[in-house]
């Protein structure tokens, strides 16, 4: 397909209205649970400031690069993420097959979808739980008592699912202008607001200057090499890349947005708001002598323990979960997308119709993982494995899609932009100074490829 019919497509399909308006798209894609849910306790695990210094740099030599890698081949194929990454490689005069990035990617932001929307249910249930006082002076045994009875019913775990999956199909099915953008300017200010509140009141803790000293203060004697590996994925994951997310929604991006300066801006907002979410967080934890490292329990069993036992603890805990919320369905947003998106164009659905009906499916397949929590807590797939024993279905879906699919989809890409693609071609579109493209084309060239390649092999081996 020639240039100029791919601009008259775009034309057709809509732009997005503004720089900042992708960018507020591109930040809520990024913004989601791993910033406010899995940043924290991570950090916290693996010893504060040296890992975070870690995850910064890692977000530099990785994130960005392959951020802008994804978006030039949105914006030049100007379609679906596959049949992108197909037209890309054709003008390159290289095989089509290389389109297998984007395959995995939409397969797996679609798998992800299923179990993010059973976590995004989760913090909606929750919202209603500290307004209403659930969390008032409790103690550990009856704040986990309440997560657990969460879990192991299935009734619960449909329907707070069936609202989370229903709020994503809704934006998504109103289309580019109607939908996303909307959705976003709405929600990624309300978000940045509901997390300045939250750090503002836990600056009244006493312990917030603990929290900054535990954030910002490096302690290399306590970051161990499978902590800096970590910080490597983490700042992959964080990012949407792997996912075909920021194909999708580089394909409305028009042609005289900067990317180098876009995805950068991105990359800057989305950790500030993970760096924000540890100050909202930490003051929190360390006012109530909780442990900062205590893994994925920290923002459903622990916070709401330190929620129930200080002053306005309610109001402050709903406001908490109302904004774990709002990040869980920008994410939701874009996972949906990429699919939606390829349905749209290669079969003969509407978009609102598309968006229905992959919105079923992903919903359908949810219904696997609230299953495997409870019901089929029992059933290992592949328990005869010695890496997969006690395994259930959700956490073999969480770890197929986190540890194989987004990084071997991130490595394919960062290989075919680096090393099949023509250099003048990308240094015309991503329009950077010979200095900054310089630099960027020998990270995807060299750096992100092996970084992105010692995270893959090392999850394997794990």
């Given at each position: 397909m020639s240039q100029s019919n791919s601009a008259s497509d775009s034309g057709a399909r809509g732009l997005w209205s503004s720089r900042l308006a992708f960018i507020l798209a591109a930040t809520g894609s990024a913004v989601g649970l791993g910033n406010v849910w899995k940043?924290?306790?991570?950090?916290?695990?693996?010893?504060?400031?040296a890992f975070v210094l870690v995850y910064l740099l890692c977000i530099a030599i990785i994130?960005?690069?392959?951020?802008?890698?994804?978006?030039?081949?949105?914006?030049?194929?100007?379609?679906?993420p596959i049949t992108s990454f197909r037209l890309v490689a054709e003008r390159n005069l290289v095989?089509?097959?290389?389109?297998?990035?984007?395959?995995?990617g939409m397969l797996a932001a679609f798998i992800i979808l299923s179990f993010y929307s059973v976590i995004g249910g989760w913090a909606a249930s929750y919202i209603?739980?500290?307004?209403?006082?659930?969390?008032?002076?409790?103690?550990?045994?009856?704040?986990?008592?309440?997560?657990?009875?969460?879990?192991?019913?299935?009734?619960?775990?449909?329907l707070w699912h069936t609202v989370f999956m229903a709020l994503v199909v809704l934006v998504v099915s109103r289309g580019l202008k109607g939908g996303l953008e909307r959705a976003v300017t709405i929600l990624m200010p309300a978000l940045f607001v509901l997390l300045l509140a939250v750090v503002g009141y836990a600056t009244t803790t006493g312990h917030f200057g603990e929290a900054v000293s535990f954030l910002f203060t490096p302690d290399f004697g306590a970051l161990t090499v499978d902590g800096a590996l970590v910080a490597l994925?983490?700042?992959?994951?964080?990012?949407?890349?792997?996912m075909a997310i920021m194909m999708a929604y580089g394909s409305y991006l028009g042609r005289d947005v900067h990317i180098g300066r876009t995805a950068v801006s991105v990359a800057i907002m989305d950790t500030v708001v993970a760096l924000l979410a540890g100050l909202a967080i930490f003051p929190v934890v360390f006012a109530n002598g909780l442990e900062a490292g205590s893994g994925p329990g920290l923002i459903?069993?622990?916070?709401?323990?330190?929620?129930?036992?200080?002053?306005?603890?309610?109001?402050?805990?709903?406001?908490?979960f109302i904004l774990l919320l709002f990040a869980a369905w920008t994410s939701g947003i874009s996972l949906l997308e990429p699919v939606v998106e390829w349905v749209e164009e290669r079969t003969s659905f509407a978009r609102t119709g598309s968006a229905v009906?992959?919105?079923?499916?992903?919903?359908a397949l949810g219904i696997v993982s609230i299953l495997s929590l409870n019901v089929w807590s029992d059933v290992?797939?592949?328990?005869?494995?010695?890496?997969?024993?006690?395994?259930?279905?959700?956490?073999?879906?969480?770890?197929?899609?986190?540890?194989?699919?987004?990084?071997?989809?991130?490595?394919?890409?960062?290989?075919?932009?680096?090393?099949?693609?023509?250099?003048?071609?990308?240094?015309?579109?991503?329009?950077?100074?010979?200095?900054?493209?310089?630099?960027?084309?020998?990270?995807?060239?060299?750096?992100?490829?092996?970084?992105?390649?010692?995270?893959?092999?090392?999850?394997?081996?794990?």
């Open positions: 940043f924290p306790y991570v950090t916290g695990e693996n010893g504060g400031g994130g960005v690069p392959i951020m802008m890698a994804e978006v030039f081949i949105g914006r030049n194929g100007r379609h679906n095989s089509p097959l290389w389109r297998i990035s984007a395959i995995i209603g739980h500290a307004a209403a006082g659930d969390f008032t002076g409790g103690t550990a045994e009856s704040v986990g008592e309440l997560f657990s009875a969460l879990l192991g019913s299935p009734t619960q775990l449909l994925g983490h700042a992959f994951f964080t990012l949407s890349l792997g459903f069993q622990t916070l709401p323990l330190a929620f129930g036992n200080m002053p306005m603890g309610s109001l402050f805990g709903a406001l908490f009906l992959v919105g079923i499916l992903c919903w290992t797939p592949l328990g005869m494995f010695q890496a997969f024993e006690g395994k259930t279905i959700f956490d073999l879906l969480d770890f197929f899609t986190a540890n194989i699919m987004l990084p071997l989809s991130g490595l394919l890409t960062a290989i075919f932009v680096g090393w099949f693609v023509a250099r003048e071609t990308m240094k015309s579109d991503l329009a950077l100074e010979n200095g900054a493209f310089t630099l960027w084309y020998n990270l995807i060239r060299f750096v992100t490829p092996v970084a992105v390649a010692v995270v893959f092999f090392y999850n394997l081996m794990a």
